[in-house]
């Protein structure tokens, strides 16, 4: 009994599922089926976007999100940005599916939506901005399958700032080889506490292609937000897994609401650049 009460009180601690997605999604989003859009009971089988449009009634101009599970659990947050700036907010976030076409995902469903969507971004009058955010890579080590993404992504995004909209790209978050809330609970079980910092320059070469890629779009309409500035440490070359006891990471690779504040910051600095 002793053990039980003590595992639960670990988990309480770390939250696990509870904090590995937004509160939306905890109330909409059904688990067996993480195919489904966000939310569920707003967009479910419905026609793409029309029905994720978030605050619509009171801002008639809007800001998109478009991206995957990592960007699914930080809408909340950047749904209050966008607020600031009186602009309802476009809900693209599909499980396991990064935000790009011009490529062929292994799920044809993917490819199918993304087309639409960005279909849809480029007829949208009233769409200013879009945001970008995912797992672009989704742990592919092909150097080529590396390139083709990258490629894709340029061209995504290359394709809607032609149309005069304008692109907030947020770069990849560093990965750690494990489970972090697991990784903690077991530590915690044994009074002990390990390190799980990640290098910096493996998180710059593992995403070289995608970085130097990107870096070649010129446009006075394209923003970055660069994630080495949020998580790493140039004088230590590390990246963080946590600070003060706050983890940065709700698995191996989607980011905790504490670091997900981190990230709206540096949104909002660049909603400023725009909205000003």
């Not at 053990?3 to 905890?26: A, M, V």
């Not at 995902?105 to 993917?110: A, E, G, L, P």
């Not at 292609?209 to 394209?222: A, G, H, K």
């Amino acid at each position: 009994l002793c053990i039980i009460l003590s595992y639960s009180l670990i988990l309480k601690k770390f939250k696990g599922f509870d904090d590995r997605f937004s509160k939306q999604t905890l109330k909409y989003l059904n688990v067996k089926d993480e195919k489904n859009i966000y939310p569920k009971i707003k967009c479910h089988n419905k026609k793409i976007g029309k029905n994720c449009l978030i605050n619509a009634d009171l801002y008639p101009n809007q800001v998109a999100i478009w991206g995957d599970s990592v960007s699914n659990l930080a809408v909340d947050e950047f749904i209050e940005i966008n607020n600031q700036f009186e602009k309802s907010t476009l809900i693209y976030t599909y499980l396991g599916c990064p935000p790009f076409t011009f490529y062929n995902h292994i799920d044809i469903n993917c490819s199918k939506k993304n087309k639409k969507i960005l279909k849809e971004i480029l007829n949208n009058q009233k769409l200013s901005t879009i945001i970008f955010f995912g797992d672009y890579f989704q742990d592919t080590l092909s150097k080529n399958d590396k390139l083709k993404r990258s490629l894709a992504l340029k061209k995504t995004i290359k394709t809607i700032l032609e149309k005069n909209k304008n692109v907030i790209f947020i770069q990849p978050i560093p990965k750690i080889k494990d489970n972090l809330p697991d990784l903690k609970a077991r530590e915690s079980r044994r009074n002990i506490q390990n390190n799980y910092n990640y290098n910096l320059q493996k998180y710059l070469n593992d995403n070289q292609i995608l970085l130097s890629t990107i870096q070649e779009i010129q446009s006075n309409q394209f923003f970055e937000i660069v994630s080495k500035d949020i998580f790493c440490s140039k004088i230590k070359n590390i990246c963080k897994s946590e600070q003060n006891n706050n983890l940065y990471y709700v698995d191996r690779s989607h980011p905790s609401q504490f670091i997900i504040n981190k990230i709206a910051k540096e949104l909002e600095k660049k909603m400023k650049k725009i909205f000003k």
